[in-house]
């Protein structure tokens, strides 16, 4: 049974998507919207912000960066990166962010990817965005230093002012008007997601697909109260990660839709976090569920006044039911779930606003959108029962960057995406995420995909067979990778490298949140006839060990 929104169906506006945030760019209002958290004098409001948006997209111009290449972002989150995005997406290029924590391989895998046209770097992250850069082969003269306060070049890399348009010329520029089918086709962004097995992946996302997704989620957020925007004076906080969906589309484009002031933290310090809450009387949270583990167990929680929280959003990760009843108690805010992936743009099921009844539950879901359960045979399943999540939706992804077999294997025929979550449906048309197929572990919300630990073990040179698997830690409510590991010594009693050893080696070649942090047990990999890793089975060992 296909299962359907709850919602009726909406209007999706077949536009660009600066037409769709500005309309046509005149009278905006000049209201603090992106604030930086510790100095709030440092701000741009939607006028300012436009101004800066097509003066980058004038300096693209300048700089001869064509329609469709790609711009990429190595960066902590500051406001300047809101413009960074909507600058380049409006101007018909593509915008990619890359994880701040990423060592330079990482980071260089992604730039070649992408075959990154202009780097836009923290000044902080510059050596490793050099290094980087040399081994994707992008030359010096494709960096530019981008940080919210203007640098003197260094070795010759400038200050991403430098290239941008006047404020004059920026006055008379017109960016690329576009709708219909082209709306529907045009590539806005870039960013990675290992789907539903393997290394990560470019997930391609339309001007349609981000409009959509917008739309889909302020109606969601507004059907207890009519009208986008509700009877009361919001504010954010910008924590989540402008380099990734979830952050993307809460504080830059609802931001802008529902003319939220956002204000904008660079680095998480839980102290901070809730100084920020404190200072600025913030409405409401966007998190993953880390932070309510934090706000559930810290002694900090209670030195912060954190009355002015009215709801809390939570997603990326499973909440445990119980988690989300004691934070509930302990701040007054209301939690709304929301389960999402990064090949839906961003969001696909959420708690509407005010109804929060079914604890546990991930909501329902979004406008112009529907769901089916299918079992192992890919049989669809009767209410009450798992099955994996398909969806089918305006806001579901065209593709893959440059990997048509992926594409294929995840965006099937009639539009349905494939999850890889295992899923429960209710009457109503409520969901339970229970399990999930697919390869990925998540943590601190954050994807790490066993095969690209898997590939990296396997270069050690004590090592002959590894797999990867997350194992749950209840503490912490987090998963965390394990990896089990073949030596190549034959002597058990002598592997030729410790398990302490693997764990220190693997720190120095990737972010700190693909750490093994879940440990490394020595053992045979546990593989089918063909040679693939049982995930299964590892699944079963990893459950057996987080119990004892
Ligand atoms: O691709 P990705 O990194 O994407 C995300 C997006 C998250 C959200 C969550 C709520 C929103 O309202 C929203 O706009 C965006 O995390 O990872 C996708 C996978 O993360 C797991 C699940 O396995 C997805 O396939 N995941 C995401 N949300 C939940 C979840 C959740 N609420 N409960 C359980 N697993």
New binding site residues.
Partial sequence: MVIRSPYPNINIPEVDILTFLFGAGEDLPEDPLWINATDASLYLSQHTALQWIKRLAIGLDTLGVKKGDVVMIVTPNHIFVSVAYLGTVGSGRVFSGANPSYTADEMSYQMQDLDARIVLVHPSLLDTARKAAKTANISHDRLYIFSDVEHQPVDGIRDWRSMLGTPKEASYYSWPRVSGEAAKSQIATVNY?SGTTGLPKGVKITHSNLIANVEQSAFAASVERPGIRPDFEERWIGLLPLYH??GQ?SSILMAVKTETPVYVMATFIYEDFLRVIETHRITELQVAPPILVLLNKHPATSEYDLSSVRQI?C?????SASLQNRVQERTGAVIR??????ELT??GI?IPTGLSDETGS?GCLLSNSQAMLVDENGKEVATGERGELYIRGPQVSPGYWKNDRASKETMLEGGWLR???VAIANEKGWFW?VD?LKE?I?VS?L?VAPAELEALLLTHPSIADAGVVGISDTFSSQEKPRAYVLPKSIDPARPGVSAEEIEKWVRGKVARHKWLSGGVVFSVVPKSAAGKIQRKVLREWARGDAKS
């Fill in positions: 997601s969906a979830y589309l959003s997603g990326a990760a499973p909440l779930q929301g389960w999402g992936m990064t961003c969001a959420v991930v999850t890889g979550d995420i999930r990925l998540k919300g994807q």
